[in-house]
């Protein structure tokens, strides 16, 4: 029988082992823009390793739907990576414990509108899942050659679901 992941609402501590909850969330640090702009400074720790060069890429991806079967993870060894909605709807956002060769325990997280995330290195996570259109996002993540890939399949799927009642999904 396929394990079941509840999804919670992501919050800055509960997504910190994993990575950056990137948001405006409190007091800008600055006022800039003929006092028209409310500038939130430097809310990710981008890592692209040594001799490496980052870079931004747009992806548009497919809305998926709940419950959603979480096949498969992935992570990047040589860098963060960071998806930056470039629209105000929620996305999915599934990752696991553990920087070994096997992920661990499972969690998903549901974004807010304006919400952006960044994965901190080696940190196993599901592909971007928006859950409605457009699933157009902007990544930041390495663009430099060499290996920066390694996927995990699981034997059976995860099956994240916002709530579950007797087995129903709600």
Known sequence: MSE???????????FAPFGDLVDISGEPDKIINQGLCGRYHDRARFDFGPNCKGGLSLFNAEPRTLPYALEMVE?????TQAFIPLHQNPFLVSVAE?????????????TKPGQA????????????TPL???????????????????????????????????????
């Open 98 to 110: 553990g920087n070994d060769d096997t992920p661990g325990k499972v969690h998903a997280f549901i």
């Open 132 to 170: 409605s259109a457009p699933g157009q996002f902007a990544v930041i993540d390495r663009v430099s050659a060499g290996d920066n890939l390694q996927e995990y399949w699981f034997d059976e799927p995860k099956i994240i679901a916002k709530q579950l009642v007797r087995g129903t999904e709600m």
């Open 75 to 79: 992570r990047h060894p040589l860098c």
């Open 4 to 14: 079941a992941v509840l999804i919670q609402d992501i919050t800055h501590d509960a």
């Open 117 to 128: 995330i960044n994965f901190h290195r080696n940190t196993w996570h599901g592909v971007l």
